[in-house]
Nanobody, 123 residues
Framework: QVQLVESGGGSVQAGGSLKLSCAASGRTFGNYVMHWFRQAPGAEREFVAAIVRSGGSTYYAESVKGRFTISTDNTKNTVDLQMNGLKPGDTAVYYC????????????????WGKGTLVTVFS
């Protein structure tokens, strides 16, 4: 089992920045792929970003490319999401998730989930 705990959510004015962190504990595997998804009220859960723990390849949704940066500290088993240039449309609950073997932009392919952290962007 892998436990994922998100932190760093909050409220910020449009144009501002926030940094989310996800701490992984339990049975951890070197090659698993960490993801961030988000879900706005009344909307489907959508892919935001992903990073391969070994090798460091990254993937981003078009809507956040150039504004968000995903990174990982394998010594600490953490993955961060630096969010700059935030827009009201980024308001959502942000979830950390893990796929033990590969990258996927589909939420149903994730093996483990955190409980989420709320990000609110006001204009």
């Amino acid at each position: 089992q892998v436990q994922l705990v998100e932190s760093g959510g909050g409220s910020v004015q449009a144009g501002g920045s926030l940094k989310l962190s996800c701490a992984a504990s339990g049975r951890t595997f070197g090659n698993y792929v960490m993801h961030w998804f988000r879900q706005a009220p009344g909307a489907e859960r959508e892919f935001v970003a992903a990073i391969v723990r070994s090798g460091g390849s990254t993937y981003y949704a078009e809507s956040v490319k150039g504004r968000f940066t995903i990174s990982t500290d394998n010594t600490k088993n953490t993955v961060d999401l630096q969010m700059n240039g935030l827009k009201p449309g980024d308001t959502a609950v942000y979830y950390c998730s893990a796929n033990l073997y590969r990258y996927s932009s589909r939420s149903r392919d994730m093996d483990y989930w955190g409980k989420g952290t709320l990000v609110t962007v006001f204009s």
